[in-house]
Each structure stands twice: as C-alpha cells, then as structure tokens.
C-alpha cells in the first residue's frame, strides 16, 4: 500500500471512530465496548493515533454509574486529552 493510501485510510478511520465514540458512549449495548476494542486495535497499529477531542463527551456523574450502568459504556476516557 502506499504510503499516501495508508495516511488517508488512517484518516478516513479516525474519522469514524470519532463519530462511533459520540454514538456509543453512554449506551448500554455492546456499542462502546466495540468501540473501546477498536481503538485499542488502531493505536496498537497506529502508535501515533490521536482520537480527536469530543467536548460533547463528558465523564458521568456519579448518579449515571449504578446498578446495571456501567462506567465502560461511557467512552471520554479513550480521548487523549480529558475533557473539562
């Protein structure tokens, strides 16, 4: 592949685990575990990854982690940088 391909895949991929971040998070499906998963993979792959910054992404409150909700369903911990 080239190496032109391979910046613009990496790209195109960054881009959509952005957006699938902000889908899944807070969810309580399988939906931010896969994310979770797949960004692991992608630095493992890309050492320089960099998830771009959601300020819509915020860690929950203390009265959103209870019983069956979970603090994996929520994703702001992925981010390079926390968020305020």
């Known amino acids: 592949m080239k190496k032109s391909d391979e910046k613009r895949l990496q790209s ?5 685990l952005w957006m699938a971040a902000r889908y899944a998070h807070g969810r309580h499906t399988y939906a931010p575990s896969i994310v979770r998963d797949s960004v692991a993979v992608f630095k ?20 959103e982690i209870s019983g069956a909700l979970f603090r994996s369903d929520y994703l702001d911990d992925i981010f ?3 968020t305020k």
């Not at 195109?12 to 959509?16: F, K, L, Q």
């Not at 493992?44 to 009265?63: A, C, G, L, R």
Request: avoid cysteine; glycine fraction near 0%.
């Open 80 to 82: 390079n940088h926390k």
């Open 44 to 63: 493992d792959v890309f050492p320089d990854f960099n998830i771009k910054q959601d300020h819509v992404i915020e860690p929950p409150t203390d009265s």
């Open 12 to 16: 195109a991929i960054e881009d959509i």
